[in-house]
C-alpha cells in the first residue's frame, strides 16, 4: 500500500481482548482491537463512553486489575510483548518509556502532596542519568522538575514548585500532569481526554502544548477524546471505536472528508459545525449495545440507517487502501 | 414582539465569609462579584443563547432569574411582573411559569423517587392534577419526550445519561411552563446523544411555544439553537446579537478568540490565523480594573486598563462592549 518501507510501529497492539466480571454478566470491553502507533505520529482514538478506548490504553499501561482481565492478544512495545510483563519491568517501562496523562487533572494528583514531590519523585524512581548522592540527586531532579514546569508553560516555576494542586486553575493542573507525564521524556505519551475538563481557550492551550512538545521531544501520541474536532486539529491518524471494536481507522483528513462506516458518518452529522451553522443535525438513533449482550454481526446495526442482510453475520475490518479500513459490509460502496 | 423577560442591570455578589478576625478589626467584606451589572431581553418564542467559560457567571444568571439564587440588585420582569420584590406565594406561581433543566441528570434525579413520583411532584405542589389524571398526565408527558408511560414505574439508575435527561426535561416541562432555562443541558452526555437531546429540545420548543434561554459553553451548539446569542465574560455580557451575525463577524476580542479557540472538522487552513489567548480567566474575586478582559486582551491599550467599556449598540440588533471594536466612525 505504500511505496516505501515502514519501520517497525512504536506500539502495535494485536486482537487484544479485555472483559470484566460483573454481576450482570462478562463485559467484553475491548473486543478484537488491533491498532499500530508509529514513531513521531499523533494516533486519535475515537469514541463515546464504553466503546474501550481508555480500557484499551489502560492495558497498554498494565494498569487493568481484577475483576478485569486481559483475555488475549499482544501488545507489542518497543520489540517486546507487554501482555503478561512481570511488575517490576512494567514499573520500569511505565513513566520512563510510556506516560499516560488521565482525563481529570483534579482528581490524578495527591492533593496532600506539593506538586514538586509529585514531580520530582518520578524523577527520582526512573531517571537514569541524575548525579550520585542523595543531595546532588535531589537538586538534580529538582533542577529537571523545574524545567519540565517552564517547557509545559507555567509561569514562575521555581515559586510555584512547593505549592500544592489545589492552588493551581484546572488549566494549569493539566499543565502539571503532562509536566510529570513528560518529565523522563517518554517515547509514547497517552493523553486520555486531556482537555474535556477544560474551557476551549484553556483547552487550544494545552493542546497547542502537547503538539508542540511532541515536535520537540519527537515522542509518539495518543489522543483520546470523543471529540472529532481535536482529532481533525492535531491527529495524523485516527481510530473510531464502537462497542469494544474498532470500526473505521485511517489518515485523519480523508475519514472525516468521507467516512466509510455509518458510525463515523453519523458521528460527523450529529455534531453542529460553525461554518454552516443551518445545516441540520442528525442525531444516531437509538443507543450503544449493552456490553454484555452484544448482537452477533454488526454492532452498530440496530442503529443503522443502511442495515443490510449481510450485516447479522460478524464483519471484519475491510481494508479498502491508503491506510484506511472499515468494519462494514458497504465500506467498499461510495458512501 | 414583546419581551417576555427583561433583565435590568443585574448584580450578584456572593460575600466571603472572612472569620470573626477581619470582622472584629473591621476589614471590608469581599465577595465573588459572579454578575455585575447585566442586562438583557427575551422575546416570547425566541432562544437566547449564553455562551462563556467556566466561572462567568452564566449559570448563576439563569439561576438568579428563577430567584433560585437571589440577586443582590438588580430588575427581573417576566411577563410585566417584577419577579424580584414578589413573596413566596407569587414566586410560587411565577415558578409554574418558569423552569429550568440542569447540566448533570446524574445529580438532578432523587435517585430513591420513581421517575413517575418525580413527575408528579410538580402536579401536585401547584395542586394541579391527582389520581388517574396525574398518572395521565405523566405519562403523556414521558411520550411527548421520547420515553414510554410504563418508565414511570422505573427509578433513576435504570436510565441512561440521555434518557435521563428527557425525564429532566419531562420534569421541567410537565407543568407547562411558557419559559425553560437549559443550563448546559447536553454538556454532560456523549456526543451522539447530544444531538438527540437538542433535536428534542428543538422539537418540544416549536410544539409547545417555549421560550429558552439556553446556556452553553460549547459556540456550535449555541450556534445552531439560538436565534440570538450573548456572550459572558467575568459577569458581564460583552457581545450581543442574531446568533448568525455574531458567530459570522464577531466583534469583541473574546468572542473572536473563543471562536478561534474551538477545535473544528470543518476549519479549512486557517490555522495560523486564530487568535490565541494566553493566561487563566482572572479570579471573580478581584476583577481587573478597567475592561476584565484587558490582561488576556491583544489589543488593549491605556483606556482598557482604566476604563470599563460599556456594552453600546452598533445597530438595532447588535451590541459590543469594547474601546476599538468594531472600529467605530468618529
Do not use: W
Not at chain 1, 73 to 80: E, L, N, V
Not at chain 1, 190 to 207: F, G, H, M, S, Y
Not at chain 2, 144 to 170: C, D
Amino acid at each position: 500500500m505504500t511505496d516505501h518501507p515502514m519501520p517497525e510501529p512504536l506500539l502495535s497492539i494485536t486482537d487484544l481482548r479485555v472483559a470484566f466480571a460483573t454481576r450482570g454478566g462478562l463485559v467484553r470491553a475491548v473486543d478484537g482491537v488491533s491498532l499500530e502507533v508509529r514513531a513521531g505520529e499523533c494516533l486519535g482514538i475515537v469514541g463515546e463512553s464504553g466503546s474501550g478506548k481508555s480500557v484499551t490504553f489502560a492495558s497498554v499501561m498494565g494498569l487493568i486489575r481484577p475483576p478485569g482481565r486481559i483475555e488475549g492478544g499482544s501488545i507489542r512495545f518497543g520489540g517486546r510483548d507487554l501482555v503478561g510483563l512481570d511488575p517490576a519491568a512494567y514499573r520500569r517501562l511505565r513513566g520512563r518509556e510510556i506516560a499516560m496523562t488521565l482525563q481529570d487533572a483534579s482528581t490524578s494528583l495527591n492533593p496532600a502532596l506539593t506538586v514538586g514531590t509529585q514531580i520530582t519523585e518520578v524523577l527520582l524512581a526512573h531517571a537514569e542519568d541524575l548525579p550520585a548522592g542523595h543531595g546532588p540527586r535531589r537538586r538534580a531532579a529538582r533542577q529537571r522538575a523545574i524545567d519540565m514546569m517552564r517547557l509545559v508553560g507555567i509561569p514562575a516555576a521555581e515559586g510555584r514548585l512547593d505549592d500544592y494542586p489545589h492552588q493551581f486553575s484546572g488549566g494549569m493542573r493539566q499543565r502539571m500532569m503532562i509536566a510529570i507525564a513528560l518529565s523522563c521524556r517518554p517515547r509514547l505519551l497517552i493523553a486520555d481526554e486531556p482537555t474535556t475538563a477544560l474551557d476551549v481557550t484553556i483547552q487550544a492551550q494545552v493542546l497547542e502544548l502537547i503538539a508542540g512538545i511532541r515536535a520537540t521531544l519527537g515522542m509518539s501520541v495518543v489522543l483520546i477524546t470523543h471529540d472529532l474536532g481535536v482529532v481533525a486539529e492535531y491527529c495524523d491518524r485516527v481510530a473510531v471505536l464502537y462497542a469494544g471494536q474498532i470500526v473505521e481507522s485511517g489518515p485523519t483528513a480523508q475519514v472525516i472528508a468521507a467516512p466509510r462506516h455509518p458510525y463515523t458518518a453519523g458521528l460527523l452529522r450529529s455534531v453542529p459545525v460553525l461554518s454552516d451553522l443551518d445545516r441540520p443535525i442528525q442525531p444516531i438513533p437509538g443507543q450503544v449495545p449493552d456490553l454484555v449482550d452484544l448482537p452477533e454481526g454488526c454492532r452498530f446495526l440496530p442503529r443503522c440507517a443502511l442495515a443490510h442482510a449481510a450485516c447479522h453475520a460478524a464483519v471484519p475490518m475491510r481494508g479498502l487502501g491508503a491506510g484506511r479500513a472499515a468494519r462494514c459490509v458497504l465500506a467498499e460502496a461510495a458512501p | 414582539m414583546t419581551a417576555l423577560l427583561e433583565v435590568t442591570d443585574l448584580v450578584k455578589h456572593y460575600p466571603i465569609d472572612q472569620g470573626l478576625f477581619p470582622r472584629l478589626l473591621g476589614r471590608p467584606a469581599g465577595g465573588v462579584q459572579a454578575l455585575n451589572g447585566v442586562s438583557l431581553s427575551i422575546r416570547a418564542g425566541e432562544t437566547l443563547g449564553l455562551i462563556g467559560e467556566s466561572g462567568c457567571g452564566k449559570s448563576t444568571l439563569g439561576r438568579a432569574i428563577l430567584r433560585l439564587h437571589e440577586p443582590t440588585s438588580g430588575r427581573i420582569r417576566f411577563g410585566g411582573t417584577d419577579i424580584v420584590g414578589l413573596d413566596a406565594p407569587g414566586l410560587k406561581a411565577m415558578r409554574r411559569r418558569m423552569q429550568i433543566v440542569f447540566q448533570n441528570p446524574y445529580a438532578s434525579l432523587n435517585p430513591r423517587k420513581s421517575v413517575g413520583e418525580i413527575l408528579a411532584q410538580p402536579l401536585r405542589l401547584h395542586g394541579l392534577a391527582k389520581g388517574g389524571e396525574l398518572r395521565a398526565r405523566v405519562g403523556a408527558m414521558l411520550e411527548s419526550v421520547g420515553l414510554r408511560a410504563e418508565h414511570a414505574a422505573r427509578y433513576p439508575h435504570q436510565f441512561s445519561g440521555g434518557q435521563r435527561q428527557r425525564i429532566a426535561i419531562a420534569r421541567a416541562l410537565i407543568l407547562n411552563p411558557e419559559f425553560v432555562v437549559c443550563d448546559e443541558p447536553v454538556s454532560a452526555l456523549d456526543v451522539s446523544i447530544q444531538a438527540q437531546i437538542i433535536d428534542l429540545l428543538d422539537r418540544l420548543k416549536r410544539e409547545l411555544g417555549l421560550t429558552y434561554l439556553f446556556i452553553s459553553h460549547d459556540i456550535a451548539v449555541i450556534g445552531h439553537v439560538s436565534d440570538r446569542v450573548a456572550v459572558m465574560y467575568l459577569g458581564q455580557i460583552v457581545e450581543s446579537g442574531p446568533a448568525r451575525a455574531v458567530l459570522r463577524t464577531p466583534h469583541h476580542p473574546y468572542t473572536r478568540a473563543l471562536m478561534s479557540a474551538v477545535p473544528r472538522v470543518d476549519r479549512g487552513d486557517d490555522r495560523a490565523e486564530r487568535v490565541r489567548l494566553t493566561g487563566d480567566l482572572p479570579s471573580p474575586l478581584n476583577p481587573p480594573p478597567g475592561c476584565r478582559f484587558h490582561t488576556r486582551c491583544a489589543f488593549a491599550t491605556e483606556i482598557c486598563r482604566t476604563t470599563p467599556p460599556a456594552l453600546l449598540p452598533l445597530d438595532d440588533s447588535r451590541m459590543v462592549a469594547c474601546h476599538h471594536f468594531p472600529v467605530r466612525p468618529a
